[in-house]
């Protein structure tokens, strides 16, 4: 049995991607929640992962580490967590490396949250250089990949990761062109992740840093 580590739902971006993706493709698992995001690293965590953070994943002796590591070790066994196709593969690798190793203005100044709703002012010039960049790969996975709703047609690994940025453009209210919007609109729907919103929205783990919102971005929407 797959043994899956988790921070807070509500918070933790990095966590839902390995949880999508394991949902999604009906593997079974066990979740560990611990808690994070307080001011300091929760030490706990140094017991399930060397590295200090979540998400990990054990299955037997073998312990992985990093959203990233973990994805690539269940696509060994299903491959078909990614494209089939090798040069839509090799774009799915390169936008999922993106967003793993980068867009570090919008992770900072967009925080996960998913139980607030932010409205107001235009985001700093810096993470709108962020969300064009992140519409601009949305945009043209939807329009290139027709024959189904998720960024390669099928659900793959790169929609795992897409995953929380989704659901900080909705926190966020950031503005989107059309097939951006239905694309997050798929993914809201997506029974897994509505089922990991509900149980963020459950948990009474709170943290005062992230909860007290003072900025606010973006247009309204009515
Ligand atoms: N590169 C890692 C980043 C993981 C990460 O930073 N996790 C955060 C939670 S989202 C964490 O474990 N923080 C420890 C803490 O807040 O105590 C991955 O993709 O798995």
Redesign the pocket.
């Given at each position: 049995m797959l043994e899956l580590f988790i921070?807070n739902k509500n918070?933790?971006?990095?966590?839902l991607r390995p949880w999508i993706l394991l949902k999604h493709f009906e593997i079974p698992f066990r979740e560990h929640l611990l808690s994070?995001?307080?001011m300091t690293?929760?030490p706990d965590?140094r017991n399930v992962a060397e590295n200090?953070?979540?998400?990990a994943l054990h299955e037997g002796d073998i312990r992985i580490?990093?959203?990233?590591a973990i994805a690539e070790y269940l696509a060994e066994s299903m491959p078909s967590m990614w494209p089939k196709d090798r040069s839509d593969r090799a774009r799915a690798r390169s936008i999922t490396a993106e967003m793993?190793s980068g867009f570090a203005a919008l992770r900072k100044e967009f925080p996960m949250n998913l139980k607030l709703r932010v409205q107001g002012r235009p985001a700093p010039a810096e993470v709108q250089v962020d969300i064009q960049r992140i519409v601009a790969i949305w945009q043209s996975c939807r329009e290139q990949h027709r024959d189904g709703p998720y960024l390669f047609g099928a659900f793959s690994i790169a929609d795992a990761f897409y995953a929380p940025i989704v659901c900080r453009f909705e926190t966020y209210n950031v503005e989107v062109p059309e097939k951006s919007a239905q694309y997050m609109a798929t993914m809201l729907k997506h029974p897994a992740m509505m089922q990991w919103y509900e149980a963020a929205r459950l948990e009474s783990d709170s943290r005062a840093h992230y909860d007290a919102q003072t900025h606010s971005y973006g247009p309204s929407r009515p």
């Open positions: 921070g918070y933790s971006s990095w966590s994070v995001g307080g690293i929760n965590i200090g953070r979540v998400p580490w990093d959203s990233l793993h």
